[in-house]
């Protein structure tokens, strides 16, 4: 059942990163430019928000039939992307796309927990992390190969073989004995958190990109974000099974494990995106070095990920993942210290340290979420874990988006007089300028440092979060987690709260 789980996890993780590397080749052949954003965007927005509800549905009728409709979604989302005539169907159809990833996100963690016992779900979440990491690095090339020789519609059809042979071996090798009975579906609650949650990452995607953070627009989408979860909030307190039940951020176990989760969240992205174009422009690194900067943090996470239950089954979950949080917090005292003429092992151990961090962080705090609860809850506790993950990550994405496009501009306000008039105007025209076949050396250079500048303020805002995260961890999750004994019959019913 394992090479079921990583097969399907893989369909996910191969796509974040395979899309990106045959963006030139979609817009020559559909067009829209303008609206290539969205065809990330529209993807990482329907996964995040349809998390927690396949959390719950989960809970409710079983792992396998959620996973089976979540896999058969994304296959359909693929083969129509691949089939797509213009743009703006294309985005449409990654948003269907995103919406069975949202079940595969959610659900194989699920499966992971229920199948193998504490002790093991360290090794099994090692091998889950490790299909990101390899991803990381495979998925771009081999979007790169279709894309050069074939089409790039094959980054969307290699998605189907892959995706039946996971979905063959979850109904063959998967079996529940789930007790069949009428559930009172909260219907309302799921309206409002869909709405809260896509209002809200929505506005941090697009903040500071399609509209100013201060502009009429963000204040609108930001106000409304507010208002729906403000009734999602008195929703869930009178439905009588809640989409995410209000305990879950009433317990500290639960509630400081998220935030911690969120705060992890914030550093992956802040390094998956701004490091190798730090390495390219600053370092003057080739594509292929830099992102084998990178690679060193999908090295260190799964193995450390791997390693972590030797460790939380003799200190436990928290002091486990504290000890994770001290890689990440040593992580970013190394970035936050890179000059712009450092050597190349230095980013290399940052992004070493940063993946040891990040693996005995999220694997023991998921695992030790998935046994405070039975059966019945594992699914809703797991699917807040990857949702508050998710959430860092479009948290992250727009606060250092907006960071280094500050710096950007404010270095560019304050340049030189003798250099101003060949500078570029706004942040677009940064990478431009420096592409160019033979730019002004002096106005090459001080664009080199300024983007040094800019991504140095990620790398400050990297280490903030780690020291969030330590703080989090320390004031807020407890030292020992209330465990429950190990329930395989799904028949039971969730322990009342």
Do not use: C
């Not at 496009?405 to 677009?428: C, H, K």
């Amino acid at each position: 059942m394992l090479i079921a789980l990583i097969l399907t996890m893989a369909l996910v993780a191969m796509d974040t990163t395979i899309v990106a590397t045959a963006i030139p080749q979609v817009v020559a052949d559909l067009g829209g430019f303008s609206a290539v954003g969205w065809v990330f965007s529209v993807y990482l927005l329907a996964q995040t928000v349809t998390i927690p509800v396949y959390g719950k549905l989960a809970d409710l009728y079983g792992r396998k039939p959620v996973l089976v409709v979540g896999v058969s979604i994304f296959l359909l989302g693929s083969l129509l992307s691949a089939a797509s005539p213009d743009m703006l169907t294309l985005i449409l159809f990654r948003a269907l796309q995103g919406v069975g990833a949202g079940a595969i996100g959610a659900t194989v963690n699920t499966i992971a927990g229920d199948l193998y016992s504490v002790a093991e779900r360290g090794r099994v979440q090692g091998w889950l992390a490790s299909v990101w990491g390899i991803s990381a690095v495979a998925a771009p090339t081999l979007g790169g190969l279709f894309a050069q020789y074939l089409s790039w519609r094959w980054i969307f059809l290699v998605n189907l073989p892959l995706g039946a042979l996971a979905l063959t071996l979850i109904v063959r090798g998967l079996h529940e004995d789930v007790i069949r009975r009428r559930h009172r579906i909260d219907y309302a609650g799921t309206v409002l958190l869909l709405i809260a949650a896509s209002l809200l990452i929505l506005g941090l995607l697009q903040g500071g990109t399609a509209w100013a953070w201060d502009s009429v627009t963000s204040v609108v989408v930001f106000a409304l974000a507010i208002g729906a979860g403000a009734a999602y909030v008195l929703v869930e307190h009178r439905a009588a099974e809640p989409m995410m039940p209000p305990w879950l951020w009433r317990t500290r176990v639960t509630a400081g494990s998220y935030l911690a989760t969120l705060t992890a969240g914030l550093m992956v992205i802040g390094l998956s995106v701004f490091l190798p174009n730090w390495g390219q422009i600053v370092l003057g690194l080739p594509p292929v070095s830099a992102g084998f900067v990178l690679a060193a943090m999908s090295i260190t996470w799964p193995t450390a990920s791997g390693l972590s239950a030797r460790l939380y089954l003799r200190i436990g979950f928290r002091d486990t993942a504290l000890v994770g949080a001290v890689f990440a917090l040593l992580a970013g005292v190394v970035f936050a210290l890179l000059g712009p003429g450092a050597p190349v092992w230095q980013p290399v151990l940052g992004a070493a340290l940063l993946g040891a961090g990040m693996g005995l962080i999220t694997s023991p705090l998921m695992v030790g979420l998935q046994s405070t609860v039975g059966w019945g809850e594992r699914g809703v506790v797991t699917g807040g874990a990857v949702f508050a993950r998710f959430l860092g990550q479009s948290v992250g994405a727009a606060v250092f988006g907006a960071l280094t496009n500050a710096v950007l501009l404010d270095r560019l306000a304050t340049a030189p007089a003798g250099l101003a008039e060949d500078l570029p105007t706004d942040v677009d025209g940064v990478s431009a300028y420096l592409a160019e076949a033979h730019p002004r050396p002096e106005v090459a250079e001080f664009l080199r440092l300024a983007v040094h500048d800019a991504t140095h303020a990620v790398f400050l805002g990297l280490l903030v979060a780690a020291v969030l995260t330590v703080l989090a961890l320390v004031f807020v999750v407890p030292r020992r987690f209330p465990t429950v004994a190990e329930d395989p019959n799904p028949t039971s019913a969730p322990p009342s709260r």
